[in-house]
C-alpha cells in the first residue's frame, strides 16, 4: 500500500497550484489609477444647474482621485 492515494495526490496538487497563484498575485503590482486626468464632459449649456453639479462633482472627484478636468462647453 502507498503512503498516498490518488484523492490525497490530488488534494496536494491543487493546494500547491492555489499557493503558487497567491504568490503570483501578491507579486503582481497594480498600478496607480487614474495615470492621467480625467475629463468631465457635460453637455448641457454652462450656468445652468447641470454645469454647477457637475463642477461640484469635479472638485470631489479631485480631492478623491487626483487632478479631474472640466471640457469645455461647447453649446
Known sequence: MMCCDSRM???LMS???A???FCAM??????????????LIV???SGGTTDV???AVAQ???SALGPT????SSI
Open 69 to 72: 478636468e472640466m471640457a469645455p
Open 19 to 21: 499557493m503558487a497563484g
Open 60 to 62: 470631489e472627484l479631485s
Open 26 to 39: 501578491s507579486c503582481a503590482q497594480a498600478q496607480s489609477w487614474p495615470n492621467k486626468p480625467l475629463t
Open 15 to 17: 493546494w500547491f497550484l
Open 9 to 11: 495526490l490530488r488534494f
Open 53 to 55: 453639479l457637475a463642477r
Open 43 to 45: 453637455p448641457f449649456p
